[in-house]
């Protein structure tokens, strides 16, 4: 069935290094995509989006890169800092849908 | 703005109680959706609405949810009566009409069913 999910559950990186939170995608329909940060007790919040016709956008520290060949999706963050931790989650929809189609979440712990 | 304003923050009731959920969403967005958060099961999406008509309502788990969305600044979701496993994060989110799609989310509804 269609569904957003995540490789990894939780990860854990040392201040100042890269990080790079991974999502697979099964619908080849989607076309949209945005990840969201979540910290503890709030709701989570945009990070960075990317359409299906681009493979790669910038942010500020922040990079998502769109494989469509294999239906995956990364979000990196450059120099992470305490900050960052958190849980991410990426998120899916395609055509005129509006809803959000939301995968599990990667916990990210910094490390000092 | 202040953002996607929902209430109460927590409440706590005990099984077979009438539970409601307030949101407000960002002034000029005409979507609006409730999510459900769980440890289980994640975000799942409940209802969505799109100019206060409900567009998608296949994730309300049965009966006895129900949401409504009398104009364009306010939306409720009700729980009756409310059993232990609805006990979640319930998040309403807005977004705003044209290309982009991400949705700005509330601070949630943490409900405790007891």
């Known amino acids: 069935g269609e569904s957003v999910g995540l490789h990894l559950p939780t990860l854990s990186v040392q201040e100042g290094d890269n990080s790079i939170i991974n999502c697979a995608y099964s619908?080849?329909?989607?076309?949209?995509f945005i990840w969201y940060k979540q910290e503890s007790g709030k709701g989570p919040q945009f990070i960075i989006d990317i359409r299906s016709n681009m493979d790669k956008r910038q942010g500020q520290r922040v990079t998502v890169l769109l494989n469509k060949t294999v239906k995956h999706l990364s979000l990196q963050i450059a120099a992470t800092q305490p900050g960052d931790s958190a849980v991410y989650f990426c998120a899916e929809t395609r055509g005129s849908a509006r809803q959000l189609t939301f995968g599990s979440g990667t916990q990210l712990t910094v490390l000092p | 703005d202040a953002g996607v304003i929902q209430s109460p923050r927590h409440e706590v009731t005990e099984m077979g109680q009438e539970v409601t959920l307030r949101c407000k969403p960002i002034s000029g967005h005409n979507s609006l959706f409730w999510y459900r958060q769980t440890m289980m099961r994640g975000l799942e999406l409940l209802i969505y609405?799109?100019?206060?008509?409900?567009?998608?309502d296949s994730g309300m788990p049965e009966d006895r949810f129900s949401a409504k969305m009398p104009n364009a600044s306010f939306s409720t979701l009700k729980i009756q009566p409310s059993e232990p496993r609805d006990s979640a994060v319930y998040f309403c989110?807005?977004?705003?009409?044209?290309?982009?799609?991400?949705?700005?989310f509330g601070q949630g509804t943490r409900l405790t069913v007891v």
């Open positions: 989110a807005s977004s705003s009409p044209g290309q982009r799609e991400e949705a700005f």
């Open positions: 619908n080849s329909a989607s076309d949209y």
């Open positions: 609405f799109n100019n206060n008509v409900p567009i998608d």
